[in-house]
């Protein structure tokens, strides 16, 4: 660790006012959605403006061994973000600018600090969308949603952020700048680095700038359909049985009881009957109605109650409820938002392990799921210990550690798309296992072998 | 170099009869489809037929220092499967079971080995496919098509191997077998590795089983158009309007005149106006026969002589000119494939720097394009030197590079689905630049540090 000051003024004397030392930047930049604060707040917030900042706060950082924790928005879920203590908090979050968009080749080139939503508004402009919808969508940054690797409500039928970056430009831990990937939609010259970026949470370089393949805005008409069932386990069943037929929905999502009664509190609708959950479904494209009225028989020969409708605000309606479901869980007080993901056939077996979890460890997890592509957020809601207001209780780790190992017995993951960050780094071998853990932390440290790039994320050395 | 009776000896004591050294089969692991050969033939080819066999071949290889080359059918574009003097030809090809189809998850774990139409036959008894279409479908296995990334003809609509693959077991370097990738639709557990091994051609480790990503088969019927144009550059034109309007064929070829008259002459078929270039077209799903009528409309009005029909046997007919391509040019004599790609509206462009290639130095070039992603296959005809029969002619390189570097200066890649192998490796660090071909070959490193994975093969180093 080097003398703290000499950082700052080395700073200051390249980037000037960019460098940010003031109570207020440095406290938020400690903390993401995930609830986890670092103990201590950064050296300095840098409010890059351009990629030679970036190079220059690199720089300045491998020269003297200072630490790099990278930000957009910082609405992350887990604590990938969050500077401490003798760090530099590197933000992205001003390089909002689209740098070029081509309805011909279907591609558009963005700085990492525009807000999804925002760069789709953009786009819809052009008759296009950049596909990744996380729930944060609104808030979060193209460059995080690259950064994690970010999923989303739609992701079973126009695919993950994986699925939709061409290319990405990345400083590296020295300032070098270099461009991985290519603008045509093939092209496999060399290893796929753009792809190792991708969910790479800060820890191989800075993305700067990112080449987005690009979808047409979807013609046709929009159906939605709510689909409320006795049990979870009966609407994990119904979304399972939805897949298997064939169709597939833009969006399908579920949510159990608890989740379900709260989203209704909020929102001061009647309550649902206790024990009640529901499926939440989109479809779309030119056979959307045919497939929204397929599944609306198909579900209630299932026992489920169906609404359906292909009226646009009736259906924002119906949607509202899922929608609702981060201030809905928000209300019910602290939680610990965790995100398995299990193949889509394990739906209902994870539902009955968490339900066992619940049980055993005294414990009330409000769960939804984008059950289309089987992943899971279960809400460890608890009580914050005041005498450690920023920290999980033990019994909610040792309940998600229950849970964790339940999903990888079903073949799943810790993680769908939030990530490792700092909150599972010690589940983080479990699944890899040791001989692929230790060959990733050796891939990092070849772009970065002074390990100053959010050094302790995902891997804890 | 160890002393090779040694090797193949400790080969032979422990994998007895799989270690083939008949001068037959050490010849045929010398070659692929690039029409390179290495100078002399390997120590030995294994024919593992488990993952033990893949494991004990690099165990011995890694205490010997013998270089093992990995190879599948053999039906590679770039010499990436070629073996030499002093390595060990590790063949997987009888490595074919399919261990697992899930029509619940649309996933199926395969050995490497298997052939992708054999896969897919076994796979529409589900009603399943796994999309990947290289041209080379036909005979080449699934392990191949993943260790080069391949493409094929239905990329833009259904996407290329990155896109079709959950995970990948591999057996490194040293004989250890790591899992990689998971079984759910999403997952972001630490680094993708498996979007790493895809596409490495050999260099980080012997890919020994892969879970893929399946689809349903589209329902609905299939449409195929052939659209005749007065030159290449219409019909170039006529596959960027197609694009720009919106409508997705699954497929979408293009053939130069050269290769159109050489494909009528093998099919015995009238010869076509001179000049006269062709787009073939396929429309499937739901709207499979509104899109092939816009299309035809749309062509027709660029001055294309349009052919359209939904029967099946009558689109077979028209698309069998497209699929005799490969034949077509072998009728020609030898020649070189090459394999760029550019951004879709700059193919109108390629084609004129194809044209000038061919001027200025004297060579026939004709071209297929997969024209709805950009990537362009230019032929260069050649006549073999008799003193060197396994050799492309310095011309052709010095052509090959004009238009190499013509396709990097219109925003495309030096490779969209063949790989570097052997044949492209000095043309790598162009397209990538220094710093990021020196990082590649530093990751290289880590999976490898002895340099026994198909050393030479996409670095020169």
Redesign the interface.
């Known amino acids: 660790m080097t003398d703290s000051p000499d950082v700052v003024a080395l700073l200051r004397a390249e980037l000037g006012d960019l460098v940010d030392t003031s109570p207020e930047s440095r406290d938020a930049a400690r903390a993401d959605k995930s609830g986890h604060r670092a103990a201590e707040p950064p050296l300095a917030v840098v409010h890059a403006e351009r990629v030679e900042h970036v190079q220059a706060t690199l720089r300045i950082a491998s020269a003297t061994g200072t630490p790099v924790v990278t930000r957009g928005a910082g609405t992350g879920c887990a604590g990938g973000a969050n500077a401490g203590r003798g760090e530099i908090a590197l933000s992205v979050r001003r390089m909002t600018r689209v740098l070029e968009v081509?309805?011909?080749?279907?591609?558009a080139v963005v700085e990492p600090g525009i807000i999804n939503a925002e760069l789709n508004d953009h786009l819809s402009a052009y008759?296009l969308w950049w596909a990744p919808d996380p729930a944060s969508r609104a808030v979060s940054t193209v460059g995080g949603n690259i950064a994690?690797?970010a999923?989303g409500l739609l992701?079973?039928k126009y695919?993950?952020v994986?699925?939709a970056v061409l290319g990405v430009d990345v400083v590296?831990a020295d300032g070098?700048l270099?461009?991985?990937g290519?603008?045509?939609?093939?092209?496999?010259?060399?290893?796929?680095?753009t792809?190792?970026m991708?969910?790479?949470e800060g820890r191989?370089g800075v993305i700067v700038g990112a080449t987005l393949k690009l979808r047409?805005l979807v013609?046709g008409d929009v159906c939605t359909l709510t689909a409320t069932f006795p049990s979870v386990r009966e609407a994990a069943a119904g979304s399972?049985a939805v897949?298997?037929s064939?169709a597939q929905p833009s969006i399908m999502e579920l949510m159990d009881a608890a989740s379900l009664a709260a989203a209704y509190g909020l929102l001061g609708l009647v309550p649902p009957t206790p024990g009640a959950s529901q499926l939440a479904i989109q479809t779309d494209g030119?056979?959307a109605v045919a497939e929204a009225e397929a599944i609306a028989t198909l579900l209630t020969s299932l026992g489920a109650s169906v609404a359906v409708t292909s009226d646009r605000a009736e259906g924002d309606r119906l949607l509202a409820i899922r929608r609702s479901m981060h201030a809905a869980m928000e209300s019910l007080g602290r939680s610990l938002i965790e995100d398995v993901?299990?193949?889509?056939?394990a739906l209902p077996a994870m539902f009955d392990e968490i339900a066992r979890v619940e049980q055993h460890y005294g414990v009330t997890i409000p769960t939804i799921a984008?059950a289309g592509?089987?992943?899971l957020h279960p809400n460890f809601v608890f009580t914050p210990d005041p005498d450690a207001p920023d920290e999980v209780p033990a019994v909610v780790w040792e309940a998600a550690d229950d849970l964790f190992r339940a999903a990888l017995r079903l073949?799943?993951?810790?993680?769908?798309?939030?990530?490792?960050g700092l909150l599972k780094r010690r589940w983080?071998a479990d699944?890899?296992?040791e001989?692929?853990?230790r060959?990733?932390r050796?891939?990092?440290?070849?772009?970065d072998p002074r390990g100053i790039l959010n050094p302790g994320k995902?891997f804890d050395t």
């Open positions: 081509s309805p011909e080749d279907l591609l008759g994690t690797g999923g992701c079973a695919g993950v994986r699925d590296l070098r270099i461009r991985m290519h603008r045509s939609v093939k092209g496999v010259t060399g290893l796929d680095l792809s190792l991708i969910g790479s191989l047409r013609p399972a897949t298997a064939g030119p056979a993901s299990v193949p889509r056939s984008h592509d089987g992943n073949g799943g993951t810790l993680t769908g798309e939030h990530g490792i983080l699944e890899l296992g001989d692929q853990w060959l990733q050796d891939i990092v440290r070849v772009f995902v």
